[in-house]
């Protein structure tokens, strides 16, 4: 015995058939096309089963349609199982209509039944059933309910039989009977009389002027083209059953479609989440960023004044890093113990620590959102719109989870459930300015755009917006994938957002921040230290007769200035090279090195008062800041992309594509400031 699956996309088809088959399918193709055709046999028993393609009706305009009505109609399935989505009764029924029409046997399974009610969806099952003349079982794939009744329902092969049904206005009845006199040694189907009726050239049996005449009267007599008139009929016919059978209530309002009306209002829901999102980077990095950085600065490498918004107090404090090169000095230590103490690992961890305060407040923020349910609503609202860039709503998840770090961000990439938006989630994750990055951020937009900075910072993510829509948009392009998937269904609702959660997420993530700081950033930038401070033949750089330009690093670093001269406006920067390559090792590592370079070639604590880097200006700083976002991600970062891609091949050619944009974005930038300049 034979039987198929034939219902709406999403209507829950692929479910059922896992459920009732279990592990015995194959999976195949179907002739000529590439749609996938999943064949195995029902649990417990020798039926086949076949999941055949979405489909809306029976008419060939699709593939899937074409596919399908082969199917039904060639291979003639002894049975057919008619999923129908619950929720969604109108559209599913119009197949259902058709499929009455076989010549077969047809069994409805009211899917979904699981959420009717919270839908405010009441269905009369036995009415149902009489209305349709066939059987009806109500079931849930998903939550397991009805399938027992289903399948021996199947099995014992005991369906209403349903053909010969009329539901056309009896004018139509007549006229299709006359047509199935008129080939009576055809013996006609009702589903081809009707094809024949709407003209269906794959049903003509002859060109008929009698056929063509009672066709015609009737589109007199509807005033529309016949194939609309059934179509409408059809409708008329549902529109009867939903009366009799169906009963819609709108739900009660609950306070979360209150937030909902609001939050995920069709205009307000992008201009709302930008604004919260605003919110939390004025937050974080506008108010507490002035509040502490200064001070945490002071704090590491001395100060002699505090200032608060603009305003300077009185606050003189030797710093750490200076009181240990003292005591080290004062103590006859050598001047590169000291300045190993005090360039290199107190500078350079500290200004990583520094911008701890305002990542704190920032995860607090973001914890906050994600628990409330507030981001897999919106994740949700956008699933139509991210659908259109070949990404899925869920994918928002990744990226905000990536505005910490990019490696769980692309661990969540799992949630996504189709392999092309997955892999394109996993790809774009890293354009996320990930909270490595923003020190970075910080530090540039806080020294040249004041009191904007945090304006600065939001322009910066909208950009990483922008390109991440812009690189779907191109690699869907390039990649031609075209496999439809199925919308978010199951929301979370708003909730309170939970203390221990929040505090365990902010800890996590700040603790494994700090952690770097200790140890891969202190590394490097004492290692960063020593290139700084040796030349090639390793002669200690005191600042006297040698300098910092014959350094290790320098040498390094003039190998690729040129690549970074266009975008820093015409300038050929060692430092600025050296310091974004550091930026693959970890993104904070970038500010790092300028400071421990800067210090060493005595600008003192103003990164930007060094000669080094004074040449920098608000439009080279923008272009800067816009390559280390959006080049390649550090090491951690490129093996979670290695790991989730599952293919060294396809991580080579995102790390090559994410570069070359950021590079060719970021020159564009620094161009257009060298034009204005
Ligand atoms: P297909 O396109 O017809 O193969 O549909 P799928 O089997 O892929 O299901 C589409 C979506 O509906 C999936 O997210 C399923 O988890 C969900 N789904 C399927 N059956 C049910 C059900 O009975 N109840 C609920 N709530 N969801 C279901
Ligand atoms: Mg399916």
């Known amino acids: 015995m034979k039987c198929a699956l034939v219902g709406n996309q999403n209507s829950g088809k692929t479910t059922m058939f896992n459920l009732l088959t279990g592990l015995n399918q194959t999976v195949g193709n179907w002739p000529g096309v590439t749609i996938e055709r999943k064949e195995g046999t029902i649990k417990g028993s020798d039926i086949t089963l076949?999941?055949?393609?979405?489909?809306?009706?029976?008419?060939?305009?699709?593939?899937?349609?074409?596919?399908?009505?082969?199917?039904?109609?060639?291979?003639?399935?002894?049975?057919?199982?008619?999923?129908?989505?619950?929720?969604?009764?109108?559209?599913?029924?119009?197949?259902?209509?058709?499929?009455?029409?076989l010549n077969a046997k047809v069994v409805i399974a009211l899917n979904m039944a699981d959420i009717m009610q919270a839908r405010g969806v009441f269905i009369d099952v036995d009415k149902l059933s009489k209305l349709l003349h066939t059987t009806v079982v109500k079931v849930s794939a998903l939550k397991k309910t009805g399938i027992d009744a289903l399948i021996k329902t199947i099995e014992s092969g005991e369906v209403m039989e349903n053909n010969h049904q009329p539901i056309y206005p009896l004018s139509i009845e007549e006229c299709l009977s006359s047509i199935g006199e008129h080939y009576a040694d055809h013996s006609l189907?009702?589903?081809?009389?009707?094809?024949?009726?709407?003209?269906?050239?794959?049903?003509?049996?002859?060109?008929?002027?009698?056929?063509?005449?009672?066709?015609?009267?009737?589109?007199?007599?509807?005033?529309?083209?016949?194939?609309?008139?059934?179509?409408?009929?059809?409708?008329?016919?549902?529109?009867?059953?939903?009366?009799?059978?169906?009963?819609?209530?709108?739900?009660?309002?609950?306070l979360t479609d209150k937030i909902d009306g609001v939050v995920l209002n069709r205009f307000l829901a992008i201009p709302i989440f930008i604004l919260i999102m605003g919110l939390v980077y004025f937050l974080s990095v506008g108010v507490i960023g002035q509040l502490t950085s200064d001070l945490l600065d002071g704090f590491f490498n001395g100060m002699e004044e505090f200032t608060i918004f603009g305003k300077a107090y009185p606050l003189s404090f030797i710093g750490v890093g200076p009181y240990f090169a003292s005591l080290i000095l004062n103590s006859g230590g050598s001047s590169w113990a000291a300045s190993l103490v005090k360039d290199g690992v107190v500078s350079g961890v500290g200004a990583v620590i520094n911008f701890v305060p305002q990542l704190f407040v920032m995860f607090i923020c973001l914890s906050l959102l994600e628990t409330s349910g507030y981001m897999s609503r919106i994740a949700f609202f956008l699933d139509r719109v991210f659908k259109k860039f070949g990404l899925s709503g869920k994918s928002l998840i990744p990226f905000i989870v990536g505005s910490g770090c990019s490696v769980p961000g692309i661990m969540t990439a799992r949630t996504v459930e189709n392999e092309d938006e997955r892999k394109m989630t996993i790809l774009l994750t890293p354009f996320i300015p990930c909270s490595a990055k923003l020190p970075i951020i910080a530090l540039f937009a806080g020294s040249f755009f004041g009191q904007y900075a945090w304006l600065v910072t939001l322009s910066l993510y909208l950009l990483a917006v922008l390109v991440i829509l812009f690189s779907a948009v191109l690699i869907k392009k390039v990649r031609k994938s075209s496999s439809d998937s199925s919308f978010i269904s199951e929301l979370p609702e708003y909730h309170a957002p939970s203390f221990r959660y929040v505090s365990r997420d902010v800890w996590d993530r700040t603790s494994a921040f700090l952690k770097r700081a200790g140890t891969e950033i202190l590394i490097a930038s004492v290692i960063v230290w020593m290139l700084t401070s040796f030349t090639w033949d390793w002669k200690y750089i005191d600042g006297s007769n040698l300098t910092v330009e014959s350094s290790l690093i320098a040498g390094i670093g003039n190998a690729f200035s040129w690549a970074f001269y266009p975008m820093l406006g015409g300038h050929f920067s060692w430092a600025a090279a050296v310091s974004a390559l550091q930026g693959l090792i970890a993104k904070e590592q970038v500010i790092s090195s300028m400071d421990v370079i800067a210090g060493i070639s005595g600008g003192g604590k103003d990164i930007f008062a060094s000669p080094i880097f004074s040449f920098f200006d608000g439009w080279s700083a923008y272009a800067y800041m816009v390559f280390n976002l959006f080049s390649a991600p550090c090491v951690a970062a490129i093996g979670a992309m290695r790991a989730e891609f599952g293919s060294r091949k396809m991580t080579l050619k995102a790390i090559l594509y994410q570069i070359s944009f950021a590079w060719v974005l970021s020159t564009l930038i620094g161009l257009i400031g060298w034009g204005v300049r």
Not at 52 to 71: C, D, H, N, Q, W
């Open 50 to 101: 076949v999941d055949l393609p979405g489909i809306y009706s029976l008419s060939p305009y699709t593939a899937e349609e074409e596919v399908s009505r082969k199917f039904v109609l060639e291979e003639k399935p002894d049975l057919i199982i008619n999923i129908i989505d619950a929720t969604s009764i109108e559209r599913s029924l119009y197949l259902t209509t058709q499929l009455l029409e």
């Open 189 to 254: 189907s009702r589903f081809e009389l009707v094809k024949i009726f709407e003209r269906d050239e794959a049903f003509r049996i002859m060109d008929d002027d009698f056929v063509e005449k009672r066709i015609a009267e009737k589109e007199a007599e509807f005033g529309m083209d016949a194939e609309q008139l059934i179509a409408s009929l059809r409708y008329d016919f549902i529109a009867e059953i939903k009366k009799g059978a169906v009963e819609v209530k709108k739900p009660k309002v609950t």
